[in-house]
């Protein structure tokens, strides 16, 4: 069956979670490779509507394994949370396996997310405040607490003791700041360990197993290409590796394995948190589909930024995402327009350019435009390529032709069938 990967292309929020939940309806491993609950993937299907954080979008197949793997970062809480929230809605018990490898997100992870950006103020990076660089920042330090490190409580208290003797000369210096009270973390710890036991394990060997059986396995990133800490628009990145390169490292797969990888990308811009985004829209417009496409963040509640469609920027994902293939999402949203633009091309200090820059660059880069022909038609009942109005389909293919990747998908509508299938 194959390892294909499920990865966004552009500024995150494409519509990764409503994608995982389609092809994981056959899958036998569903895996969250990187990140933490600043993820928000949304997914509608018979079970209602759900904005998941940490869990992976094969909760809903009774059927699947779903990994948290040893890329991810987890806080426990929120997780306990989730779970219980989710099995509200299922009627089965939700198959779940935490990587103990994977590293864990303590409440003070969250404080110096806040500390920091109040500290930088109007210099901020948009940090969803969970707690998720300095919890990067601790794995590559090496002062970091894996999920394993919960079950043993001596083992725990020294982890922790020798990270927060540092710290806590921050917090108090720095930021002057309450200290952290090592104890009380190393309780916190325990006790959401303790809740959590029965899902910690080696996801190594299940993982070599499934790849000697033929299992069908999705590996499902929690951001964009363009937020990611390698290739993104650095500083204004997340603090791992959403494309698909890092699936394999993030989970122990092989990266010959990885056959297959799938680009998400929305039929427009949006982007939540600070950096340059260069086809933003100020106007009308940004307003009417903002308010269209329910344009607003599924963790923070943040309203997203609009723009146009970005090829520069969306070949450029397609590219460092190693796409073999495309679903664009949120067509729908465009009905009802008399126009649409496109950005060919960025013009940088007179100079006309197709190949993504650095963000210096993109900071000044200003956008080059098509412009295509709308569309009146309601398109969320459309199930095939063909019977969309003829504007949508010049639209797709136009937008097919520039990223040079196969669109494969076309996505009409949240919910898990609203999908067109190209051959
Ligand atoms: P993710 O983080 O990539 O999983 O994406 P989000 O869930 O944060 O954001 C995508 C939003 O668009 C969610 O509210 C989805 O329910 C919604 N969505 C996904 N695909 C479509 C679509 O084709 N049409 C419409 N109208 N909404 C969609
Ligand atoms: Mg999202």
């Given amino acids: 069956m194959g390892v294909s990967a499920i990865c966004g292309i552009n500024w995150g929020d494409e519509g990764k979670g409503r994608m995982v939940d389609y092809l ?61 929230d989710i099995k509200k809605s299922i009627d089965f018990n939700i198959k779940l396996l935490i990587s103990e490898r994977s590293h864990v997100i303590f409440p003070f992870h969250l404080l110096l997310d806040c500390y920091e950006e109040e500290r930088l103020s109007d210099k901020k990076f948009g940090s969803t405040k969970r707690g998720i660089a300095p919890v990067y920042s601790d794995k590559y330090m090496k002062v970091g607490v894996l999920m394993s490190d919960l079950l043993n409580k001596d083992y725990l208290y020294k982890r922790l003791k020798s990270n927060l003797d540092f710290k806590n000369q921050i917090i108090t210096k720095i930021y002057h700041k309450p200290q952290i009270k090592v104890d009380e973390m190393v309780d916190w710890g325990y006790s959401y360990g303790q809740k959590l036991k029965d899902y910690i394990g080696n996801s190594i060997p299940i993982l070599k197993d499934a790849l000697k059986n033929d299992k069908k396995i999705l590996l499902e990133g929690q951001l964009g290409a363009l937020r990611d800490i390698e290739f993104g628009i650095y500083p204004y990145t ?156 010049k639209y797709v293919l136009q937008i097919e032709k520039l990223i040079e990747t196969k669109i494969k998908y076309i996505s009409v509508g949240p919910e898990r069938d609203q999908l067109i299938i190209r051959d």
């Fill in 24 to 84: 994981a309806t056959d899958a036998d491993f569903v895996i969250r490779f990187q990140g933490g609950n600043n993820a928000g993937h949304t997914v509608i299907n018979n079970y209602g509507k759900h904005a998941l954080h940490h869990l992976p979008s094969g909760v809903f197949n009774k059927n699947a394994l779903n990994i948290i793997s040893n890329g991810s970062v987890v806080n426990p809480e929120a997780l306990v949370y989730e779970i219980e």
């Fill in 238 to 393: 997340t603090s791992s590796s959403p494309i698909a390169g890092y699936a394999s490292s993030g989970t122990s797969i092989p990266p010959f394995e990885i056959k297959n990888v799938l680009g998400v990308m929305k039929a427009y811009s949006t982007c939540v948190g600070e950096g340059p985004f260069v086809t933003e829209l100020f106007d009308d417009t940004a307003d009417k589909i903002r308010e269209k496409g329910k344009e607003y963040g599924a963790s923070t509640g943040r309203p997203r930024r609009i723009g146009w469609f970005d090829a520069v920027a969306s070949k450029y994902g397609c590219l460092v995402s190693s796409a073999t293939e495309v679903a664009i999402t949120l067509l729908d949203v465009l009905s009802g327009f008399k126009e649409l633009k496109i950005c060919t091309e960025y013009k940088i200090q007179g100079n006309k350019i197709k190949d993504f820059p650095t963000t210096q660059y993109l900071e000044i880069a200003k956008p080059e435009y098509i412009i295509m022909k709308g569309w009146e038609e309601d398109v969320t009942s459309i199930k095939k390529f063909k019977n969309l109005p003829e504007n949508a389909q």
